[in-house]
């Protein structure tokens, strides 16, 4: 049966993307979550180097080539053998005083970092897991050079943990507390540069089950977990300190993670264009099954086309060829139009092969490659020639890539390899976010062969006085906070307040204005939010409601000393002082001695409000104005 937003139109199985909602049940969407966040320490995880970004010169540079290793039981990760196959010559810009021989391989970890092991139990227990009393150090593979050893530390905390979401219970499968990877700098052919500073830093993980089955609910589980960890007052704020992995399923289909996405609102379109995806290439997979392609009869055969390409005048291909590289060709049989079928709202099939190239055979620089289905009138020669080489039919459709003789090579296998997966469906693999919110591919999905025992660190025991000390300590979750605070703020504004990570000042400083909370709420909204992430309101923070509280502060003052995020010299609280009734009639006797107004006693009052707001400044609120000026218009 269709599905709506879909429409497939003639035997080639083209889609045209339509952005309305899907119906996400008859897809059998599947959403789950991976979620990291930077902990607020201050040094790394496994070294006792300082935590922080260093934007100056590096002090040196190492270069690494990376391999895969077999595992425990004598296999290799697929992930691992993808990335060798980049041959990428790895760079690290590192600074003395934030990396030491830990982070380059050279020496075994040092023990755990234990408040960052405090931290991550305790955001365990907020997220109701079960904590081990004995934890273990893992090893998982990292083959794309942003880890020197080659593999991540990690340490799983806590399993089976949920939280509450619309009357029913997201499940956490397990929360981890890891290593941070190193900054990409730059990425370009076979060379990678990363900035080490970030190495080592500790984040907790946490991994939900695949409980979401909409867009949307993906991306309000991700804001309430969002929610829950800022509200811990122990985790990073800022660009590049959280990153979030979404796994995206459809029914008949296998998971792929779209890696790295930046921003939570991004979520909804992200995982409802992949979800439109997942079913254009199920489609594309039954379009093959007609024309008699399957694993088994799938056919692919390519061919060194340089000599074909002597002559050229097309501008990419004679570049590479001026500089000693090669042309070749893929024949895939019978899959006439089908690299035009459209699998997303800007992308098609024959973007998909060509994301593989890009990242695998490293060759970036566009155009990447062309192909059959599209015209080619640069260079209808050599179109010709090549389609009698590779004897290709009406129904077969032809790639053309060129560049070094080795990275033809692996382009040439994994445009192959590509079409093949295009008769098994959906591939498993990483992909990456895009400007239009599409995603293009990353890596092969990694495998259970990527992680095992780290023989180097010893088994950590978490006595349960430990524990109990935690949890006697632990920060209300955004529930606790709506159950509290519901009766007493609008919705909106207690939300603003959660997310804003600072609905644990709002409580500290209601009390001292309990019968203003909503004032409350609308001023440390204010707040640049780096200054909430659930601590404590600063000392002059609390300074200024007690003045204001006592009648000693308007309500402007209060918002444009708490917009300046610094504490007010006192200067600036004489200022600002505010001024006693007596002093405000005092004020309006002169304004209307001096301002007769309109005749119209409702346009007077304002006319002569705004005349008296000119003469106090921030010493009067809008309201006392009003309320004084109406008395004695009244009179």
């Avoid at 730059?186 to 984040?203: Q, Y």
């Avoid at 007769?596 to 346009?603: A, C, M, S, Y």
Wanted: overall charge neutral; hydrophobic content about 35%.
């Amino acid at each position: 049966m269709p599905v709506p937003g879909v429409d497939f139109g003639g035997i080639s199985g083209i889609i045209a993307f339509v952005k309305t909602p899907l119906d996400y049940e008859s897809l059998g969407l599947r959403c789950g979550l991976e979620i990291h966040y930077q902990l607020d320490t201050r040094k790394k995880l496994f070294c006792r180097c300082p935590v922080g970004l260093r934007n100056d010169p590096a002090d040196a540079t190492i270069i690494r080539h990376m391999r895969p290793t077999l595992s425990e039981l004598g296999e290799y990760d697929g992930t691992a053998l993808m990335e060798f196959k980049t041959k990428k010559e790895v760079h690290y810009e590192l600074h003395y005083d934030t990396v030491c021989t830990y982070e380059m391989d050279d020496t075994p970890p040092f023990p755990v970092n234990q408040e960052a092991l405090a931290i991550a139990i305790e955001l365990a227990m907020m997220l109701n897991c079960q904590i081990a009393d004995e934890i273990h150090v893992s090893r998982k593979q990292y083959l794309d050079g942003s880890i020197p050893t080659g593999f991540q530390r990690t340490i799983a905390v806590g399993v089976n943990g949920w939280i509450p979401f619309r009357g029913r219970r997201i499940g956490i499968m397990q929360v981890c507390l890891e290593e941070d990877a190193c900054r990409e700098i730059r990425d370009r052919g076979h060379v990678i540069v990363f900035r080490t500073d970030r190495l080592s830093t500790p984040l907790v993980e946490v991994i939900t089950h695949a409980d979401m089955h909409t867009p949307e609910k993906a991306m309000e589980v991700d804001r309430e977990l969002g929610n829950i960890l800022r509200l811990s007052g122990k985790v990073r704020r800022g660009i590049g300190t959280v990153r979030q992995d979404v796994n995206v399923s459809i029914r008949g289909g296998t998971r792929v993670e779209i890696k790295g996405v930046p921003r939570t609102k991004q979520i909804r379109d992200l995982v409802h264009y992949e979800a439109v995806r997942q079913h254009a290439l199920l489609s594309l997979r039954e379009e093959l099954k007609l024309r008699g392609i399957n694993a088994d009869t799938f056919s692919a055969e390519h061919g060194d086309c340089r000599e074909i390409f002597a002559q050229t005048t097309c501008g990419p291909i004679r570049e590479a060829l001026d500089k000693g590289g090669t042309v070749g060709a893929v024949k895939l049989t019978g899959f006439a139009g089908l690299l035009n079928a459209r699998v997303s709202p800007h992308r098609t099939f024959a973007d998909e092969i060509e994301g593989r190239i890009r990242v695998i055979a490293c060759l970036d620089k566009p155009p990447i490659m062309l192909h059959s289905d599209e015209p080619n009138g640069a260079i209808p020669r050599e179109w010709l020639l090549v389609k009698k080489k590779l004897e290709a039919k009406y129904t077969d459709s032809v790639v053309i890539v060129w560049g070094s003789a080795e990275d033809v090579r692996t382009a040439l296998a994994e445009i192959a390899i590509r079409g093949r997966e295009a008769t098994q469906g959906i591939p498993n693999e990483t992909r990456q976010v895009m400007a239009t919110m599409d995603t293009d591919f990353e890596r092969i999905l990694p495998g259970p062969d990527r992680m095992y025992p780290d023989t180097d660190s010893p088994p950590i025991p978490v006595p349960a006085e430990r524990l109990d000390e935690i949890r006697r300590h632990l920060a209300r979750t955004p529930a606790e906070w709506r159950e509290r605070y519901s009766r007493r703020l609008n919705p909106q504004l207690l939300e603003q307040l959660i997310t804003g990570g600072s609905i644990a000042q709002f409580d500290e400083l209601s009390r001292l204005c309990e019968n203003e909370p909503g004032f409350i709420g609308y001023i440390l909204t204010a707040l640049p939010r780096s200054r909430t992430n659930g601590r404590a309101a600063a000392p002059w923070l609390r300074d200024i409601i007690v003045r204001y509280t006592a009648g000693r502060l308007s309500r402007e003052a209060v918002f444009s000393i708490v917009r300046a995020d610094q504490p007010p010299e006192a200067s600036t609280l004489e200022q600002t002082s505010r001024l006693s009734d007596e002093e405000l009639r005092a004020i309006i006797g002169r304004v209307r001695a001096e301002n007769t107004g309109p005749r119209d006693r409702n346009k007077r009052t304002e006319y002569l409000a705004g005349r008296v707001k000119a003469v106090t400044g921030m010493r009067a609120d809008g309201r006392d104005i009003l309320r004084l000026l109406t008395e004695e218009e009244r009179k």
